[in-house]
């Protein structure tokens, strides 16, 4: 069975960081596309970034690029989110998903439970 | 970027009816590469349909989705208890893949 596990999630000041962690298991970690998505209080979802199977490819969001940072240790089947200069607007749910293969953009098959991220003084 | 809207924004029914669920994109969505979520209350995002038709693992045949283009279509037969929920479409024909706002279906 399929199961992503999300931590990391904190309170934390403008301006701040923090680190997102997602540890997977019952699939091959390594074959597989990751993503970051996100879900502000009461609002839909955001795609924020992801990562190619071998960590060759990064993409983000326009409104995360050059702040936030994703990466995976597949001998850990973990994938991370590095998050920097946070801001206020940034504060969401943060959800870990597999990527199916396709020849599109990325879709999500598989959600972990997510974890709160708030930004606030 | 392509934009989806979805309506109706809220959907009222009783359990056993049909809904039909619309999103609808602003450019046409390549290769028909549109998928559906269903999101309950507390709970993250579940995959329902992908490729615009194809239902995913473990996902009943009560539901379908449809369409093609810049129109689709989700529908479900009867509605069942969980089915009381948010809905959102999302494309991935393109980049930075957008979801639309979503759907709420609740009970009438």
């Known amino acids: 069975e399929v199961h992503l596990v999300e931590s990391g999630g904190n309170l934390v000041q403008p301006g701040g960081s923090l680190r997102l962690s997602c540890a997977v298991s019952?699939?091959?970690?390594?074959?597989?596309?990751m993503s970051w998505v996100r879900q502000a209080p009461g609002k839909g979802l955001e795609w924020v970034s992801s990562?190619?199977?071998?960590?060759?490819?990064?993409h983000y969001a326009d409104s995360v690029k050059g702040r936030f940072t994703i990466s995976r240790d597949n001998s850990k089947n973990t994938l991370y989110l590095q998050m920097n200069s946070l801001r206020a607007e940034d504060t969401a749910i943060y959800y870990c998903?597999?990527?199916?293969?396709?020849?599109?953009?990325?879709?999500?098959?598989?959600w972990g439970q997510g974890t709160l991220v708030t930004v606030s003084s | 970027e392509i934009v989806l809207t979805q309506s109706p924004g809220t959907l009222s029914l009783s359990p056993g009816q049909r809904a039909t669920l619309s999103c609808r994109a602003s450019?046409?969505?390549?290769?028909?590469?549109l998928a559906w979520y269903r999101q309950k209350p507390g709970q993250a995002p579940r995959l329902l349909i992908y490729?615009?038709?194809s239902r995913a693992t473990g996902i009943p045949d009560r539901f379908s989705g449809g369409g093609s283009g810049t129109d689709f279509t989700l529908t479900i037969s009867r509605l069942e208890p969980e089915d009381f929920a948010v809905f959102y479409c999302?494309?991935?024909?393109?980049?930075?893949?957008?979801f639309g706002p979503g759907t709420k279906v609740d009970i009438k």
């Open positions: 990562v190619t199977n071998n960590g060759a490819r990064t």
């Open positions: 450019q046409s969505v390549a290769s028909n590469f």
């Open positions: 019952g699939f091959i970690f390594s074959n597989y596309a």
């Open positions: 999302q494309q991935y024909g393109t980049s930075a893949g957008t």
């Open positions: 490729g615009a038709s």
């Open positions: 998903a597999k990527n199916p293969p396709t020849s599109g953009w990325f879709y999500f098959d598989y």
